[in-house]
T-cell receptor, first 110, second 115 residues
Framework: RKEVEQDPGPFNVPEGATVAFNCTYS??????FFWYRQDCRKEPKLLMS???SGNEDGRFTAQLNRASQYISLLIRDSKLSDSATYLC???????????FGRGTSLIVHP | NAGVTQTPKFQVLKTGQSMTLQCAQD?????MYWYRQDPGMGLRLIYY???????DKGEVPNGYNVSRLNKREFSLRLESAAPSQTSVYFC??????????????FGNGTRLTVT
């Protein structure tokens, strides 16, 4: 089983839709979780950290489920500009190496 | 405040040539990383430096060397380039490697083609 798994998609949704992605991780000692956004041929950019109690940033909501070992990203009122690949990243507290998922592709169409 | 700066942005090499990819950060981060990204493969860690003066191998270190020149700079060297090293290379830094909530910040990438 891969350490961090994501559904590659693509998720193809109309503007205004709500879409959610999940990311599962295998190491129960994982402590830090992040969502990144990557546009085609560009560098990954931090979208948001994921906190234990869940957190929201505008249209984006991140949740952590430690019992089932997954994090989620919910995007409300999707915009064309949300089209990108979304990467989840997991770190254990004592590890120097963050582990990246391969990403979920989102396409928002008019 | 430029963040993480990589040079060059593009490079074409012939097989067997050598080159050094440069990376510098101005965020006073302790940790720095080099990744490569190939289509369908995701990001793969080549080398990382937990702090100034230390470097360690990542998932795919063969064919590469690194130097943590000082706290700001972390370079990646290809001694004898091979077509399999055609990729997009990203440098990243983080405040620290251990502890929670220390995300990575990436440079713009170097697109390398080896013919």
């Amino acid at each position: 089983r891969k350490e961090v798994e994501q559904d590659p998609g693509p998720f193809n949704v109309p503007e205004g839709a709500t879409v959610a992605f999940n990311c599962t991780y295998s190491n129960s000692a994982s402590q830090s979780f992040f969502w990144y956004r990557q546009d085609c041929r560009k560098e990954p950019k931090l979208l948001m950290s994921v906190y234990s109690s869940g957190n929201e940033d505008g249209r984006f909501t991140a949740q952590l489920n430690r019992a089932s070992q997954y994090i989620s990203l919910l995007i409300r009122d999707s915009k064309l500009s949300d089209s990108a690949t979304y990467l989840c990243v997991v770190k254990t507290g004592g590890s120097y190496i963050p582990t990246f998922g391969r990403g979920t592709s989102l396409i928002v169409h008019p | 405040n430029a963040g993480v700066t990589q040079t060059p942005k593009f490079q074409v090499l012939k097989t067997g040539q050598s080159m050094t990819l440069q990376c510098a950060q101005d965020m006073n981060h302790n940790s720095m990383y080099w990744y490569r990204q190939d289509p369908g493969m995701g990001l793969r860690l080549i080398y990382y430096s937990a702090s100034e003066g230390t470097t360690d191998k990542g998932e795919v270190p063969n064919g590469y060397n690194v130097s943590r020149l000082n706290k700001r700079e972390f370079s990646l060297r290809l001694e004898s380039a091979a077509p399999s090293q055609t990729s997009v290379y990203f440098c990243a830094s983080s405040e620290r490697t251990t502890g929670v909530n220390s995300p990575l910040h990436f440079g713009n990438g170097t697109r390398l083609t080896v013919t």
